[in-house]
């Protein structure tokens, strides 16, 4: 049992009248929606054969017993599907406070991810970590990543003043492609450990990979049970294409016709948990960067894509919901919400003469989110905003797997539906192109030269001085 629930009741039109979607439109759907499927079982993307490696599994948990315990930090030098699935996992999977506890009940070092090249980010980091105990975990497929290459060089630097060259080559573990790009030709150059990057998995799908795997285990995280989590899922999906067996094909559909028949183009995921507050962040990247594109499979131009963002209950009710209740048809909300917490916090009785407060007493924290997000799931649905929930029952390694594996799912049909490649990224390797243009990279001066001159700004347009 999965555990995990996808209930889209309040996206039919039942619940939310016009802006819903109706029985006829799935019906009409339905020969796209088998294509989709097959599709996706004909050729199936490389992050499917992610949870079946145990064999990878069983060398990191021996890597990760090793670093464990010999520091007390481990710094992931990453970027965007380098950084932002060990962010969810650990979020979801650890204690709320971490890095704050002490070792034990702390089950492993702890954990960085700057996911950024600010210099008062990169630089505030350095003068808190003990060099000598942290492990530096260096994750980029190309090994051409201008952001982590930066860090990998400054971070190597720093060690290599500290504690020499040759110490310093044991605080580095470099997981990249297993056999191609420059950061594979330092690995056999200058002795690095290292993990591989599968070739066809790219890295908003990498999480079940090395790329996410190992810092999930130095931090104490049962990464087995996470990979058994994802193949359930996984079974799940190949067994039926029908949407009422198929959780990752219902969320396709249903969001692919709300952007396409109900112009809901904005996609909002808020969770109703502190410790899913992050997957939201990594489904972000996944759904923007592969659904958001220019152009069709066939040359046509499309400009497709739901724009995602996060939002988090009950934080947000006192945010962004004002808009989301009575601001524009744009957006449809996906809920996530947990039955059981793991642990429960008690309201105590007090001041009995005061109602506002009274009625607080004798019930929980865990019974009071749960139910503001039962009230703000009605609320929209009062207001005619569609909105769905993926419901959990816990938050442990079995269902986190299988979450983020039906969202890499829903993601990879969803490609289908909008007959786009959604394992590419053509908007995202331009910027980088421009980057290494203004960085002075070799072979890239003719761009530099038309980068600078597009870039120079009018002073008729700047305000201030």
Same mark, same amino acid.
Request: glycine letters at 8%; hydrophobic letters at 40%; proline letters at 5%.
């Given at each position: ?118 210099? /008062? ?35 190597? /630097? ?138 069709? %499979? ?40 947990? /039955? ?50 993926? %419901? ?31 394992? /590419? ?16 990279? %070799? ?5 530099? %030269? ?16």
């Amino acid at each position: 049992m999965l555990n995990l629930r996808y209930d889209f009741n309040n996206l039919m039109a039942e619940r939310v009248g016009d802006h819903g979607i109706t029985d006829v439109e799935l019906k009409n759907l339905a020969s796209k929606i088998e294509a989709a499927w097959n599709a996706v079982e004909k050729t199936p993307p490389g992050f499917r054969k992610l949870p079946f490696n145990t064999k990878l599994a069983n060398e990191i948990d021996v890597l990760a017993s090793e670093i464990a315990e010999r520091c007390e930090n481990f710094v992931v030098v990453g970027i965007g599907g380098s950084a932002l699935g060990n962010i969810a996992l650990q979020s979801a999977l650890n204690h709320s406070c971490y890095n704050e506890l002490l070792r034990p009940p702390r089950r492993g070092p702890r954990l960085f991810v700057p996911d950024n090249v600010d210099p /008062d980010r990169i630089n505030g980091l350095l003068d808190a970590l003990d060099l000598e105990s942290t492990v530096f975990n260096v994750i980029t497929k190309s090994g051409g990543t201008a952001e982590t290459m930066s860090e990998f060089l400054v971070f190597r /630097d720093a060690l290599v003043r500290k504690l020499g060259p040759e110490k310093a080559v044991n605080q580095i573990v470099i997981t990249t492609d297993p056999e191609k790009g420059e950061l594979r030709e330092i690995v056999k150059k200058y002795g690095y450990k290292s993990l591989p990057i599968p070739p066809d998995v790219g890295g908003r799908w990498s999480v079940m990979s090395a790329v996410g795997l190992l810092s999930a285990a130095v931090t104490g995280i049962d990464i087995h049970k996470l990979l058994e989590g994802a193949a359930e899922m996984d079974v799940l999906c190949k067994r039926s294409g029908k949407l009422w067996e198929n959780p990752a094909l219902t969320g396709a559909a249903l969001h692919y016709l709300m952007d396409k028949a109900k112009g809901k183009n904005v996609q909002v995921m808020m969770s109703y948990s502190h410790a899913l507050r992050d997957v939201a962040d990594w489904f972000r990247q996944l759904w923007a960067e592969s659904l958001g594109k220019r152009m069709d %499979r066939a040359g046509k131009i499309v400009h497709c894509g739901q724009t995602p963002e996060k939002a988090v209950g009950a934080t947000d009710q006192h945010s962004v919901m004002q808009l989301y209740i009575e601001g524009p048809f744009d957006k449809v909300v996906t809920f996530l919400t947990v /039955d059981e917490f793991a642990t429960r916090c008690e309201i105590p009785h007090a001041f009995p003469e005061y109602e506002a407060v009274k009625y607080l007493g004798g019930h929980t924290m865990n019974e009071l989110l749960n139910a503001e997000g039962k009230a703000t799931e009605l609320a929209l649905t009062q207001s005619g905003k569609p909105n769905c929930a993926i %419901r959990v029952k816990k938050v442990d390694e079995r269902t986190v797997g299988a979450l983020l594996y039906l969202l890499e799912m829903q993601t990879a049909y969803a490609g289908e539906l909008y007959n786009v490649n959604a394992f /590419d990224q053509p908007g995202v390797e331009l910027g980088k192109v421009n980057t290494y243009a203004l960085m002075g990279r %070799r072979g890239f001066e003719a761009k530099r %030269r038309e980068v600078e001159q597009a870039a120079k700004s009018n002073p008729k347009f700047v305000v201030g001085a």
